[in-house]
T-cell receptor
Framework: GENVEQHPSTLSVQEGDSAVIKCTYS??????FPWYKQELGKRPQLIID?????GEKKDQRIAVTLNKTAKHFSLHITETQPEDSAVYFC???????????FGRGTSLIVHP | NAGVTQTPKFRILKIGQSMTLQCAQD?????MYWYRQDPGMGLKLIYY???????DKGEVPNGYNVSRSTTEDFPLRLELAAPSQTSVYFC????????????????FGAGSRLTVL
């Protein structure tokens, strides 16, 4: 089955810095890659996603890039703010099974 | 719409006891899932369902059972609770509209924190 590796497990940055979280996947048939944000004590919520026919997608301060050849995708957060502090999960799924496989999560800490 | 509703939010069980975590969604989603979340381990899929009457095992199904008698409800049953089942459990749902899949956006419940002592 699919295997998703996520790095780093913890990321500490100063407010205003950029943050990058990277994920690799094993199944070349995977074609949908969402990112979820989970604030402390809350439920995971989708923040951005990308399909395999697109190389990059942006939404204000966040962006996701996908390299299908290398089978990795990354989340980029610019001008980080304390409210960006949370655990971020990447996931991968393919059209056939439709079931997402999640990475282990990255705890992002933004220091004011 | 309430979205995905889970009960209870917290529960303490003794080893060997049984219980059911309830999950209901009011979005007419066909897919439903149960995940467990352990510190540093991400979200592990326990069971999932693609529609009423259909369930399948995920990555970590041992010690759990599910049923899907209606589109709305997807309860998770723990038989003979063990300390290894101490975790936070999330129910989620999504809508698949076609055979090619497409974007599978999960809506999660608020979670149920279970402690087995």
């Amino acid at each position: 089955g699919e295997n998703v590796e996520q790095h780093p497990s913890t990321l500490s940055v100063q407010e205003g810095d950029s943050a990058v979280i990277k994920c690799t996947y094993s199944d070349s048939a995977s074609n949908y890659f969402p990112w979820y944000k989970q604030e402390l004590g809350k439920r995971p919520q989708l923040i951005i996603d990308i399909r395999s026919n697109v190389g990059e997608k942006k939404d204000q301060r966040i962006a996701v890039t996908l390299n299908k050849t290398a089978k990795h995708f990354s989340l980029h957060i610019t001008e980080t703010q304390p409210e960006d502090s949370a655990v971020y999960f990447c996931a991968a799924s393919k059209g056939g099974s439709y079931i997402p496989t999640f990475g282990r999560g990255t705890s992002l800490i933004v220091h004011p | 719409n309430a979205g995905v509703t889970q009960t209870p939010k917290f529960r303490i069980l003794k080893i060997g006891q049984s219980m059911t975590l309830q999950c209901a969604q009011d979005m007419n989603h066909n897919y439903m899932y149960w995940y467990r979340q352990d510190p540093g381990m991400g979200l592990k899929l326990i069971y999932y369902s693609v529609g009423a009457g259909i369930t399948d095992k995920g990555e970590v199904p041992n010690g759990y059972n599910v049923s899907r008698s209606t589109t709305e409800d997807f309860p998770l049953r723990l038989e003979l609770a063990a300390p290894s089942q101490t975790s936070v459990y999330f129910c989620a749902s999504s809508l698949r509209t076609g055979p090619s899949g497409g974007a599978n956006v999960l809506t999660f419940g608020a979670g149920s924190r279970l402690t087995v002592l």
